[in-house]
């Protein structure tokens, strides 16, 4: 999603990847103005640093949608391959530290009983 920051005529000026109090309105990636912005930023700066910063958030995306898909059940966690289990489960263990939400396995499947690496 993209966020616009508007001219006292409601020019799109400037875009955003998160909104904030002067980039509020949600824009289309093919809108003209923007794709124009868009080129300017890219010719700018370095591609690789803004595909990095898209996976961390894109993987965020994924690891919500793994978890709707088993609350609704319409996967098994336990379906998942067990290395992909383990990094979930670590990624959402370290979510809770830092969000101070101790509890954020209760009910997970145990993977402890295999010694390797969590993370």
Do not use: C
Request: proline share 3%; charged share 30%.
């Amino acid at each position: 999603m993209l966020y616009a920051k508007l001219d006292e005529q409601n020019n799109i000026i400037d875009v955003a990847t998160k909104p904030s109090d002067e980039y509020k309105t949600l824009v289309s990636p093919e809108d003209k103005n923007v794709m124009e912005i868009l080129e300017q930023k890219l010719n700018g700066q370095d591609t690789q640093s803004m595909l990095e910063t898209s996976d961390s958030e894109m993987m965020r995306v994924l690891e919500d949608l793994v978890n709707l898909l088993t609350e609704k059940r319409i996967i098994q966690f336990t379906e998942l391959p067990l290395a992909a289990q383990k990094k979930l489960l670590s990624r959402k263990w370290v979510r809770g530290i830092h969000t101070g939400n101790d509890e954020s396995l209760i009910g997970d499947t145990d993977l402890s009983s295999n010694n390797d690496s969590l993370i």
